[in-house]
């Protein structure tokens, strides 16, 4: 990975002349929240607090698509896939999220590879920016692993004080800077390592604590797949599925034809779906594998410390604390069930 010293000005330079050309979205005010979105201007970016509402992911996997078009020809049908076309510039991603979207690029890169996913991801040049300050009191990123971004990214700064330190990971991150960062000094590397040491430990103060040893996890999960906490936590959940709808790492989605009137041509569409809703595990003849909502609970955190940690080697909770804040009845969080569960553990 290549590291560089950048002058703050440089920066605000290169996302102007980026905008000239491509497209670019980032995290802007709306309303009392913030949300990713195109921007048209580097004063709209919001650097660091608040997270946005809904993670960056929505620009891979968006919320709502036509992922094919079919059509009737010669008494056959014809398929079109609808895979991306235009690049695109993600500025201001939190490490949680860069976390986030490498694990679903994995998801969606294994055995049966989404071409559709896969084609936006491609095209995306993702520009990340370390958290000084934690983004809300519900964040647990440094405990679930999410804080540190690795190399999961095309390039990422970090304010040094007087400069961004800049980590091009990909020609497309050293491309953006087009030539306006100096090789990092030994003097840079120094203030840089100074300034993650004081954000760890303002982290560490603020977040709650994780009770078990995290690389456990799923131990403690499968050791306690029988747990009062299920039955307790699911009787005050709604079903909502808030929390899957906000979550960087839910992934799962609905297919469904279209047809036009003419019966000749249509779109398949996909769209969100959630684990924590009531059709979510309904099959054909009606029977439904998890009709409770502690059985969807259960799973659901059984997917982020045990099923997909286990698969992947990281936890699928990457501590954003959206879902902590989205959900009503503040049951969710997979840190606090995890305590729990570690509390009062039957092995
Ligand atoms: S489970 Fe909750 S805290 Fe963890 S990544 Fe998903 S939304 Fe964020
Ligand atoms: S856990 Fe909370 S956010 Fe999730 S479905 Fe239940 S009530 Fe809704």
């Known amino acids: 990975m290549k590291q560089y ?23 802007v005010k709306q309303e009392n929240f913030a949300n990713y979105s195109k921007i048209h201007s580097y004063e709209e970016i919001i650097w660091g607090p608040p997270q946005t509402v809904i993670p960056p992911k929505k620009y891979f996997l968006p919320a709502s698509e036509n992922i094919l078009a079919f059509r009737k020809r010669d008494g056959e049908f014809e398929v079109e896939p ?15 999220d860069l976390n986030a979207i490498y694990l679903i690029d994995q998801i969606f890169a294994e055995k ?12 995306a040049v993702l520009i990340g920016v370390d958290c000084l300050v934690p983004c809300a009191p519900e964040a647990v990123c440094l405990r679930m692993d999410g804080l540190n971004p690795r190399d999961r990214f095309d390039l990422f700064l970090t304010d040094i004080g007087d400069l961004y330190f800049a980590e091009a990971a990909s020609q497309k991150g050293e491309e953006f800077l087009r030539g306006r960062g100096k090789p990092a000094l030994e003097s840079d590397v120094r203030k840089l390592s100074a300034v993650r040491i ?29 747990h009062a906490v299920w039955e307790e936590h699911g009787a005050k959940c709604y079903g909502c599925g808030s929390c899957n709808m906000v979550c960087p790492t839910c992934y799962c989605f609905d297919v469904e034809d279209y047809m036009r009137a003419d019966l000749e041509s249509g779109v398949r569409k996909r769209f969100w779906d959630g684990c924590m809703l009531e059709d979510f595990a309904r099959v054909a003849s009606g029977e439904n594998f998890r009709e409770e909502r502690s059985d969807r609970l259960r799973h659901r955190t059984n997917r982020k410390l045990n099923y997909l940690f286990d698969k992947w080697g990281q936890s699928f ?15 969710v969080s997979p840190l606090e069930i995890a305590n729990e569960i570690f509390q009062k553990r039957v092995v």
């Not at 609808?82 to 949680?96: D, K, S, Y």
């Open 112 to 123: 049966n590879r989404d071409v559709n996913y896969l084609s936006k991801r491609e095209r």
């Open 82 to 96: 609808l895979n991306a076309t235009e690049e695109i510039v993600l500025f201001g991603v939190h490490p949680c």
């Open 198 to 226: 004081r954000r760890d430990e303002l982290f560490d103060r603020e977040e709650k604590q994780l009770l078990p040893d995290y690389p456990d996890l799923p131990g403690l999960m499968k050791k306690n797949y029988v």
């Open 5 to 27: 010293a950048v002058e703050k000005p440089g920066i605000r330079k290169s996302v102007e002349e980026i905008l000239k050309e491509e497209k670019v979205y980032a995290p």
């Open 317 to 331: 909770c990457t501590g954003c604390g959206r879902c902590i804040k989205a959900c009503l009845t503040h049951i």
